[in-house]
């Protein structure tokens, strides 16, 4: 759990900082751009991958479509599908800039579906349309937690550049 909080951390701080710049039309070159993405699309590739091995061999493709009470259930205590999603979307919204959230939520879902759609021919893995729950509401809570300090800066940032009451009482004492 160590490495995944170090990396979330992480991505959380890139994501202020650069929420953080002024300048809404600010120009990002091809290298930033391509630096941006790197981390999701090499840490999605690189999990579909792992869910895609299949050490004990195949089987024919079967998906579990049931979304009973029970499944939705089981499904909501995978806490691993939780942390990954969290990380990929702080990935996915670096990536894409705090400017497009939804763009970086479907970007992470269609990761999350991905696992699911590996996992259909692999033996010892069950591919389930509830394995989904846990994802979309890691999803939508990371999108929340985003908004928020977005938010947040974004006020941060406004509120400094109008200035706090102590310099407008310094301006009028030197005038």
């Known amino acids: 759990m160590m490495p995944e909080l170090i990396v979330a951390v992480g991505v ?3 994501l202020v900082a650069d ?3 002024s300048g809404r039309g600010r120009a990002i070159s091809a290298t930033a751009r391509i630096a941006r993405a790197l981390p999701f699309v090499v840490a999605s590739a690189l999990s579909l991958w792992v869910v895609g ?13 049931s979304l009973s ?3 939705l259930a089981r499904s909501m205590t995978k806490v691993a599908h939780f942390r990954s999603i969290a990380i990929l979307f702080l990935m996915a919204v670096l990536a894409v800039g705090s400017r497009r959230l939804l763009l970086a939520l479907a970007l992470t879902m269609l990761v999350g579906l991905g696992w699911e759609a590996a996992e259909t021919t692999v033996i010892g ?9 846990p994802n979309l509401a890691a999803g939508v809570a ?5 908004l928020v300090i977005r938010w947040t800066v974004v006020s941060l940032l406004a509120w400094r ?4 009451p102590g310099d407008e009482a310094a301006t009028i004492e030197e005038g």
Not at 142 to 146: D, E, P, T
């Open 12 to 14: 959380l701080g890139l």
């Open 19 to 21: 929420m953080s710049r």
């Open 53 to 65: 091995q299949a050490p004990n061999g195949r089987k024919p493709f079967q998906v579990d479509l």
């Open 69 to 71: 009470v029970e499944d």
């Open 125 to 133: 893995r069950h591919a389930r349309l509830a394995d989904l729950a």
């Open 142 to 146: 990371s999108l929340a937690i985003v």
């Open 161 to 164: 550049r109008r200035g706090s």
